[in-house]
């Protein structure tokens, strides 16, 4: 099995920024892509970003591109997303996701999930 575990989550000014950790364990050789995705109050869960484990290659929704970064660490088991002008609408649980699928931004594709990390951004 396939453990995942938020860190980073708080408080941030609009205009500020955060970073978020998620660390790996378990079983993990069959994880293609790693991924985030987040939960306003009251709205749906929504594809944040992904990256693929082994080449490198990102996925952005289109409202978080060229803020918000994604990036790995293989040797630490471990994804990162940087997130840059955040806005008091991007409020929300961040949930880390991983997936057997290449390149997937959608969330039925993922079969493992964090517990999430709360962000709250304030105006």
């Known amino acids: 099995q396939v453990q995942l575990v938020e860190s980073g989550g708080g408080l941030v000014q609009a205009g500020g920024s955060l970073r978020l950790s998620c660390a790996a364990s378990g079983r993990t050789i069959n994880i293609s892509t790693m991924g985030w995705f987040r939960q306003a109050p009251g709205k749906e869960r929504r594809f944040v970003a992904a990256?693929?484990?082994?080449?490198?290659?990102?996925y952005y929704s289109d409202s978080v591109k060229g803020r918000f970064t994604i990036s790995r660490d293989n040797a630490k088991n471990t994804v990162y997303l940087q997130m840059n002008s955040l806005k008091p609408e991007e409020t929300a649980v961040y949930y880390c996701a991983a997936s057997t699928k290449t390149g997937p931004t959608t969330q039925g594709l993922y079969a493992y999930w964090g517990q999430g990390t709360q962000v709250t951004v304030s105006s």
């Open positions: 990256i693929n484990r082994r080449v490198g290659n990102t």
